[in-house]
């Protein structure tokens, strides 16, 4: 079973940077698709980005909201996936989550068995 632990929310201000950690406690995030969502208040949980396992070719995936400003990355000697946000604005306010699957990659929620215990992020104008 992995479990996902997840680290570095916060307040920030608008135009402001924070990192999400996300590290897999058993065994490897390597061979796993690693993807955040968020979640504000009132609205649905909503795809933000993705790297594809190491099987996959790696590649990593945005929403249009987020393309250009928030980068993902992994550290395989860590088996973290860490979300780079940066530029952000109000409209990034949410509960982040790190999630992960196996199989074939998905930007859809409810085909991932591997959940983060979500993280707050709020951003003030």
């Known amino acids: 079973q992995v479990q996902l632990v997840e680290s570095g929310g916060g307040l920030v201000q608008a135009g402001g940077s924070l990192r999400l950690s996300c590290a897999a406690s058993?065994?490897?995030?390597?061979?796993?698709?690693g993807t955040w969502f968020r979640q504000a208040p009132g609205k649905e949980r909503e795809f933000v980005g993705s790297?594809?396992?190491?099987?996959?070719?790696?590649?990593?995936d945005y929403a249009d909201s987020v393309k250009g400003r928030f980068s993902i990355f992994r550290d395989n000697a860590k088996n973290t996936v860490y979300l780079q946000m940066n530029s952000l604005k109000p409209e990034d306010t949410a509960v982040y989550y790190c999630?992960?699957?196996?199989?074939?990659?998905?930007?859809?929620?409810?085909?991932?068995?591997?959940w983060g215990q979500g993280t707050q992020v709020t951003v003030s104008s």
């Open positions: 790297i594809r396992a190491s099987w996959s070719g790696s590649s990593t």
């Open positions: 058993a065994g490897t995030f390597n061979n796993l698709h």
């Open positions: 999630a992960a699957k196996i199989g074939a990659y998905s930007r859809t929620y409810t085909g991932y068995a591997y």
